[in-house]
């Protein structure tokens, strides 16, 4: 089992940066293929970033074009989203994602089995 707490949501205004943080506990990050997704108002939830534990790599939704980067800090067994010049588009409460299962797919909402609550990051113009 694997439990995921995220943090670092709230308000800010266009053009702002921001970091989203995930907690683990259970296994370590490193292990795992682990990921960001959003869901933005009336919208189904979409994949935005994702990172794999074994070999680091990391990979963007096409949206992002620059903006976010995914990164993890395996001390703390944490893994972290920087939003910058964020737009009111990106207003969503934003999930983290992990799976045990190392596959060639990693963009989808099937391909993860455990998720956190997530946490609300919004943008004013």
């Known amino acids: 089992q694997v439990q995921l707490v995220e943090s670092g949501g709230g308000l800010v205004q266009a053009g702002d940066s921001l970091r989203v943080s995930c907690v683990a506990s259970?296994?370590?990050?490193?292990?795992?293929?682990s990921g960001w997704f959003r869901q933005r108002p009336g919208r189904m939830r979409e994949f935005v970033a994702a990172?794999?534990?074994?070999?680091?790599?990391?990979y963007y939704a096409d949206f992002v074009k620059g903006r976010f980067t995914i990164s993890r800090d395996d001390a703390q067994n944490s893994m972290y989203l920087q939003l910058n010049n964020l737009e009111p588009e990106d207003t969503a409460v934003y999930y983290c994602?992990?799976?045990?299962?190392?596959?060639?797919?990693?963009?989808?909402?099937?391909?993860?089995?455990?998720w956190g609550r997530g946490t609300q990051v919004t943008v004013s113009s």
């Open positions: 994602a992990a799976d045990t299962t190392h596959t060639s797919s990693y963009k989808y909402v099937g391909d993860y089995a455990y």
């Open positions: 259970g296994r370590p990050f490193s292990s795992l293929i």
């Open positions: 990172v794999r534990g074994t070999s680091g790599n990391t």
